[in-house]
């Protein structure tokens, strides 16, 4: 897996494989080729494939937080293994009583086919 750091003036997003919208500055959308999306700021996936899934629950059973080792982290650290897969980190940035900034990531299999 590569990851590829963005910081966006903008809340719009679209599937690099299929060209879906992902975002569209209010709504989230999926895309097939999606495999997950994580936001980091509740600590959950608002969206995963069964298969990373399991992935990560077993990531979870060996966290270990006094010695700061998070399921996220082994979870990202295991997604290395898949060469098709690009995440997105995504910060964007806005005002709201000072400036704000969110980060999410979103990951997608670059190998996908439409069947």
Not at 38 to 52: A, L, Q, R, V
Not at 97 to 107: D, H
Request: net charge negative; proline share 6%.
């Amino acid at each position: 897996m590569q990851i590829v750091e963005l910081s966006l003036d903008h809340p719009f997003l679209f599937c690099p494989v299929t060209g879906q919208t992902i975002v569209d500055g209010e709504d989230a959308f999926e895309s097939p080729a999606l495999a997950f999306s994580y936001i980091p700021e509740i600590g959950e996936f608002s969206f995963i494939k069964p298969e990373f899934q399991n992935i990560y629950e077993k990531c979870e059973l060996l966290e270990d937080v006094d010695k700061e080792i998070y399921a996220l982290d082994l979870f990202l650290e295991e997604m290395k293994a898949f060469e098709n897969l690009v995440m997105f980190s995504i910060t964007t940035h806005g005002f709201s009583c000072g400036p704000v900034s969110e980060t999410i990531y979103y990951c997608f299999n670059m190998n996908y086919v439409p069947e």
